[in-house]
């Protein structure tokens, strides 16, 4: 995903975390929603699911701005709209796998 983007999501307007959420955070929320939909997680399907972008940057959101153990502000658990999101994946996932393995 491209890194100006997720900046662009997280409203990040500086440099000082390019390498924490292009080199930590995102590859651990792309992992995270791809283990949560399928263990095949080299599949195609992921390439051009906008479902998926948008789980991860959730996702990504999510622990940048709960990085912390202690915090000034309360820990928030997973926001629900990434478990949407994960859900229709699934969905839309299985219905990929049989829609490809109907035409191979």
Partial sequence: MDLTVV???????????????KD???????????????????SDFFNKSPTYNGAVLLLTAHYYENRG??????????????????QRLRS???????ESSTLG
Avoid: C
């Avoid at 995102?26 to 095949?40: I, R, S």
């Avoid at 839309?92 to 049989?98: A, G, I, Q, V």
């Fill in 92 to 98: 839309d996932f299985e219905k990929w796998k049989s």
């Fill in 7 to 21: 900046k662009n999501h997280l409203k990040v307007e500086h440099d000082f975390d390019d390498e924490l959420i």
């Fill in 24 to 42: 930590i955070y995102v590859p651990m929320a792309e992992n995270e929603v791809k283990g949560a939909v399928t263990q095949d997680a080299a």
């Fill in 69 to 86: 153990a202690t915090s000034m502000r309360d820990m928030k658990e997973i926001p629900l709209g990434i478990l949407t999101l994960i």
